[in-house]
């Protein structure tokens, strides 16, 4: 019987706090479900300018060791 009395007892616990959720946040929950972000919006900004060099430099890297010496190992 004490148990029947707990799980009620937190099952109106649990609803109280998901109904004072909200209320108070009614507008971002509706946002989330509909899968849109309640605070973004459009924002107005500088255009953004992106630097491209198609040239590649090639870099030679000598070998830290000797050829031979990495054969041997």
């Known amino acids: 019987m004490l ?3 707990l799980t ?3 099952f109106g616990f ?3 706090f998901v109904v004072d959720v909200v209320r108070r946040d009614a507008s971002k929950v509706i946002a989330a479900l509909e899968g849109h972000s309640w605070k973004a919006g459009p924002t107005e900004g500088r255009p953004i300018t992106i630097r491209f060099n198609p040239r590649r430099t090639e ?3 000598e070998p830290m060791w000797q050829p031979g010496l990495r054969a041997a190992a």
């Open 3 to 5: 148990g029947i009395a």
């Open 8 to 10: 009620i007892a937190l």
């Open 14 to 16: 649990i609803l109280t």
């Open 59 to 61: 870099m030679k890297l």
